[in-house]
T-cell receptor, first 111, second 114 residues
Framework: GQNIDQPTEMTATEGAIVQINCTYQTSGFNGLFWYQQHAGEAPTFLSYNVLDGLEEKGRFSSFLSRSKGYSYLLLKELQMKDSASYLCAVRDNNAGNMLTFGGGTRLMVKP | EPEVTQTPSHQVTQMGQEVILRCVPISNHLYFYWYRQILGQKVEFLVSFYNNEISEKSEIFDDQFSVERPDGSNFTLKIRSTKLEDSAMYFC????????????FGPGTRLTVT
């Protein structure tokens, strides 16, 4: 099976930078995804990593280290609207195209 | 921008009743998925569907569940005899191909079983 861990909650200040970590264990790693989910809404895709390194997309960046089973999502210039849950999900070669999600990190951005 | 749509947004049903949740995936997508999220818990995979057949399913997707693509646009999830523990948000998702980056999620159907 797969094990995905991320902190349950984080708090940060508007304008600051926050890093949300995710560790995973999987036998046939085939990609890591970050999704944003506002309360009561659907997950929306943020980023995808399959090779080691940093992927940057505007205020959001995601990093992957396959050897360490580790990823982080970096959010810069935080805005109030960034208050949401951030879901780390992994795709495994042995499980086709299904995504296995972590429990999500609820981020609260304070003024 | 094309999006996945789901109906109804909220369904209330009595235990033991059958429900059908409907989804219209993005039109040029070939892979379809159902996930569920019990309130306060993680998103869980139920089933994936490609080329008119199930490609993967989880332990949750037992004989009470079935999926169908009745025509060229709709993708449905049927729960034959609902239980209280089936109460959850059900998300449909679709992707262009199996190895593609993202799965696009619909807005979800909140199923409440009483």
């Amino acid at each position: 099976g797969q094990n995905i861990d991320q902190p349950t909650e984080m708090t940060a200040t508007e304008g600051a930078i926050v890093q949300i970590n995710c560790t995973y264990q999987t036998s046939g790693f085939n990609g890591l995804f970050w999704y944003q989910q506002h309360a009561g809404e659907a997950p929306t895709f943020l980023s995808y990593n399959v090779l080691d390194g940093l992927e940057e997309k505007g205020r959001f960046s995601s990093f992957l280290s396959r050897s360490k089973g580790y990823s982080y999502l970096l959010l810069k210039e935080l805005q109030m609207k960034d208050s949401a849950s951030y879901l780390c999900a992994v795709r495994d070669n042995n499980a086709g195209n299904m995504l296995t999600f972590g429990g999500g990190t609820r981020l609260m951005v304070k003024p | 921008e094309p999006e996945v749509t789901q109906t109804p947004s909220h369904q209330v049903t009595q235990m033991g009743q059958e429900v059908i949740l409907r989804c219209v995936p993005i039109s040029n997508h070939l892979y379809f998925y159902w996930y569920r999220q019990i309130l306060g818990q993680k998103v869980e995979f139920l089933v994936s569907f490609y080329n008119n057949e199930i490609s993967e399913k989880s332990e949750i997707f037992d004989d009470q569940f079935s999926v169908e693509r009745p025509d060229g646009s709709n993708f449905t999830l049927k729960i034959r005899s609902t239980k209280l523990e089936d109460s959850a948000m059900y998300f449909c998702a679709s992707s262009e191909s199996g190895g593609t980056r993202e799965q696009y999620f619909g807005p979800g159907t909140r199923l409440t079983v009483t």
